[in-house]
């Protein structure tokens, strides 16, 4: 007997609800990405599904510990991810993608590379509100462009680089650093789930 169950008389196995973890209370409102859909659609919706999934690991956390340091001897918290995430968004898309350096970079220096998650001493929610708005800007880069084959410059290597690689590279970030964050949210109060 296969361990397999299979809906009868089909061959085609099936899978009940028993079988999944059970959702995590806190996803209400999350779009999941859809089965079917052009490229576009897919990346968009994975990456939107992802932005959508670090910010409910922060809702409801008490203030105080979001720059708490909870997984030794990582240097990682939710304060220090979401600061991080702004930077992503911004270098990624706002000044490599459509080459706009009109504004500071948000949470970086030469002089101090590493202030997105050293320097916990601002406001979360300020943070969280730099992370949104560089989120949409980030949406409006994307709108404005039609083809996922369209460039910008590369800044490490001076090579074109696509939106299409841009957007894979953000998912990369957010799959990771929402991996990072379910970690912290757990040992914050025992929350898990995807």
Not at 77 to 105: C, K, M, N, Y
Not at 172 to 192: F, K, P, Q, V
Request: proline content about 7%; aromatic content about 8%; charged content about 25%.
């Amino acid at each position: 007997m296969s361990d397999n169950p299979t809906e009868q008389g089909t061959g085609r196995p099936t899978t009940s609800p028993q079988s999944f973890s059970p959702p995590w209370a806190g996803t209400a409102g999350r779009t999941d990405p859809p089965l079917v859909g052009d490229e576009r659609e897919i990346l968009l919706s994975y990456l939107e599904f992802h932005r959508e999934t670090f910010a409910l690991k922060c809702a409801g956390v008490p203030t105080g510990r979001l720059s708490e340091f909870l997984v030794p001897p990582s240097g990682l918290t939710l304060h220090g991810l979401v600061r991080h995430l702004a930077g992503v968004e911004q270098w990624w898309l706002q000044i490599q993608f459509a080459g706009d350096e009109s504004r500071p970079l948000v949470y970086y220096s030469d002089d101090d590379p590493d202030q997105d998650f050293e320097h916990l001493d601002g406001d979360f929610d300020q943070a969280l509100a730099t992370w949104r708005a560089q989120v949409e800007t980030s949406r409006r880069i994307v709108a404005g462009t039609p083809s996922l084959d369209a460039t910008g410059t590369h800044k490490a290597t001076g090579q074109p680089v696509s939106l299409r690689r841009v957007l894979v590279h953000l998912l990369a970030e957010y799959a990771r650093h929402n991996g990072h964050a379910d970690l912290l949210r757990e040992r914050i109060d025992g929350a898990t789930g995807y």
